[in-house]
């Protein structure tokens, strides 16, 4: 097969070009004056002004490799903020990479139908002992023998220092250098092609991270100072120049689509997007993934929006999305969560009420708040309608990054399930979600009730360092069981190297007790819903649901070709009334080990019905 090169063209940046040399481009609207300086060329070139606050330059002889950085007026040394790698950290000079040099090998991909999506969350770092793109590939073929059919990155755009979440990007078109070269991401997304396996992202493009961001200096209308957010002036998607901030951004989802060739990405809080244009920026992004360069592939966009707004999820008169594919459905998760460990604090207390009707809600109709009135939110309503939506419009999962990484010690609900002596009730709950018909999304190590934890981690240096430690710790400070000070001293130091490592997955865990037990029951589940399922979810549209008897909902779903799914499931200590079980419509595909033929405490049972 002839190797397949990728290239995208964009206004920003350096760009190699075909007959040789390279052009160099920098929108510094704030700057004077820019230079440009070429490591171990010993010159510095002046850069002309273009209009428009850009500054561009042609270099005769400026191959892959150079380095490369931008001084503005005289003083300040940056990197490209268009850098597509910067081998020494954010601070340091960029590196002019060749994107044709990598030989593609997977010309025939054509994506995967969202109605095939269980998603594998997945950082980088910890993923692997080496923490790196090569090494993640070793750990493929397990993930397709689950039953995966699509990783998702957490965010590798450079942040400073070399151990992080990845959420305080401040250089979105570069891999982190930690993880390895622009070319061995390529080759994950790659080998993961090769395997049938969808590869997503985590991009952030509601604001740059704290430590590496010289954007205020030379392009002061990238943010809008009159917008504040937790992260500063929020990025300027409606005011003056906003065209160009629209346009750097809108190009960094189109460079990881056509460039690293990826099936899609996920965007974060678009909640913190301020826009008051009348195409929204999400809108413009997401028309511009749908109606870009004709790819011949499926390529797909999942939304983060803790707002609970439906209205980015509409479906055309097939079905087909006509903004998102989906969004992540944390209300699904607050209601399993209350009914495996009893936790009520918090966000957790807007669900406490009746968590079981709560879940059940959230799996027929997506969001559980649909425009009533939030308690954690000082009874403001919160969301939209979602009940006229598709299933395929929400992923829902049993945990992820944030729900796990943002306890103070970083436990997975399977170790709250242990502690709390709830473990056949964290197993009933996984049936219910992984048999649903939204996408699933495992977070890693959860298909094995990893023993590690998914700490906080991050590497600042000083002053920074420091607030952020001693924040971390503080905003815990709210909480009973972390009242003492004492108590709150032994959170995890986020920017400790120890934190880090202890997050690390232990694949060797995978083939001993229990743990090998939890990888047979998400194998097993995962089956029956490729099998049982997913052919015909397609069309599937909104369930209904009720709670029949105390501690037992039963929820059912109208799929392709007239069937109709039903999950019936005991979600409690007591057993459930056995005439329930013999009503259940249709034949039964799956049922709870010790539920042949009654409906015990947490036990569940699935049926497809044909009409």
Known sequence: MTAVKRQHDMPFGATLRPGGGARFRLWAPSARRVELLLTGRGRIDEMHPAGGGWFELEVADAAAGLRYAYRIDGELVVPDPASRANPDGVHQHSQLVDPRAFDWGDAGWRGRPWSEAVIYELHVGCFSAEGTFRAAVAQLDDLVALGITAIELMPVADFPGRRGWGYDGVLPFAPKAAYGTPDDLKALVAAAHARGLMVLLDVVYNHFGPDGNYLHAYAAPMFNPRVQTPWGAAINFDGEHSATVR??????????????????????????????????????????????????????????????????????????????????????????????????????????????????????????????????????????????????????????????????????????????????????????????????????????????????????????????????????????????????????????????LDSKLDWAERTRAPHSTWLAMYGELLRQRRDMLVPWLGQARSGTWQVPAPGTLHVQWPLGEGRRWHLLAQLDDRAGPPELLATLPGRRVWHSPHATDALPGWSVHVSQEQS
Do not use: K
């Not at 009893?342 to 959230?362: C, I, V």
């Not at 929400?394 to 729900?403: E, G, I, L, P």
């Open 247 to 500: 346009e750097f951004f809108i190009h960094n989802a189109l460079y990881w689509i056509d460039e690293y060739h990826l099936d899609g990405l996920r965007l974060d809080a678009v909640h913190a997007m301020h826009d008051r244009s009348p195409l929204h920026f999400v809108d413009e992004l997401a028309l511009a993934l749908r109606g870009g360069p004709p790819r011949g592939r499926a390529v797909h966009l999942v939304l983060e929006n803790h707002a609970n707004d439906a209205v980015r999820l509409v479906r055309d008169s097939a079905g087909h999305a006509r903004l998102a594919d989906a969004q992540w459905n944390d209300d699904v998760h607050h209601a399993l969560h209350i009914l495996v460990t009893g936790e009520a604090d918090g966000y957790y207390a807007d669900y406490a009420d009746d968590p079981l009707s709560r879940f059940a809600r959230g799996l027929a109709e997506g969001f559980i708040y649909q425009g009533e009135p939030s308690a954690y939110a000082d009874g403001h309503p919160r969301g939209t309608a979602s009940a006229q939506l598709p299933p395929l419009a929400f992923v829902n999962s049993a945990q992820t990054h944030d729900q796990v990484g943002n306890r103070a010690f970083g436990e997975r609900i399977a170790m709250l399930a242990e502690g709390a002596g709830r473990q056949d009730a964290l197993r009933a709950l996984l049936a219910c979600l992984l048999l649903a018909p939204a996408p699933p999304m495992l977070f890693m190590g959860e298909e094995f009730a990893a023993s590690t934890p998914f700490l906080y981690f991050c590497d600042f240096d000083g002053e920074l360092a420091r607030a952020v430690t001693a924040g971390r710790r503080a905003e815990f400070g709210r909480f009973a069981r972390f009242a003492d000070a004492e108590v709150r001293d032994r959170i995890p130091d986020p920017n400790a190297e120890a934190t880090y």
